[in-house]
């Protein structure tokens, strides 16, 4: 791997050690270009994945589970609006519970009026609510999103990245307690250790991966024409609503995902993590440069 070392360290460290002296910072190539170009094309496509899908799924905001569902099924989840002495309210129901969400969920203003809409036109693609228009969208960006995970995954396992650099091993899972409270100490890694994923971030990056795989399953198995192909696909999902309710629940979980590498991001260094991710090139920063150079003698 490739490294431009940019500081050195005094004499001091040099003497202890009987060598030149280690550098206090230095540049890695850490992401290559096949990487880069599928992640940057992965967020354009989830972006717009995402605000398709919420429109699409004002058509009927509901979730059931099952092989079917209309307005007098149980429903687990609901966006809606009542009407009460005050007037109209949004309603967002999870499970026995109900929330007040007017102005954002169920009742909000879109063009200058209040309307009853699951999710506000802010977050939705196009803004107006058209299910056509939106599944034109949602389609085209989901077959780029097929397409985008073919190649990295194509890339991944032919590079190796895909086994050195995501998948975890025993001695990654056995670190798992001592990373997740170097996260809540917001301690990040440092030195020879920065130079690779840390084990939460393998999870997660496979948990994405799982995720990507099992919306694009049953987004496939939502579709007449993929069921007259493959009817066994729906059957697999315990049918067309649990598919639907199991392609919401992702989603969700992917924007969760989504939330927390951006608060990561930023606090492990916004410059040095978006450059790495356009240019290749990450930063490592040594805190103690005679222990890491110890450790490289080791290897």
Known sequence: MPTVELQSSGSDVADEIGKAPAPHAEL??????????????????????????????????RLYWGKSGADADHAFFSLGAVTGESGPRGITQIGPWQFDTTGVLGWSKAYGEYQARGWPDWLTIPSFQDLADARHWHFLFAWLLVLNGLLYLGYSIYARHLQRDVWPTLDDLRGIPRSVLDHLRLRHPTGEAAKRYNVLQRLAYLGVIILISLMVLTGLSMSPGFNAV????????????????????????????????????????????????????????????????REEEKV
């Open 28 to 61: 890695i190539y850490r992401h290559r270009a096949p990487v880069r170009l599928t992640h940057w094309i992965n967020v354009l496509c989830i972006l717009f994945l995402l605000g398709s899908g919420l429109n699409i799924f004002n058509a009927h905001p």
């Open 230 to 293: 493959f009817p066994q696909l729906l059957d697999i999902f315990g049918g067309r609503q649990s598919a639907r309710s199991i392609h919401f629940i992702s989603a969700s979980l992917i924007v969760l995902f989504v939330i927390v590498h951006v608060v990561e991001v930023m606090l492990a260094g916004p410059f040095n993590e978006i450059r790495s991710m356009l240019t290749g090139y990450y930063r490592i920063h040594r805190e103690n440069p005679a222990a890491d150079m």
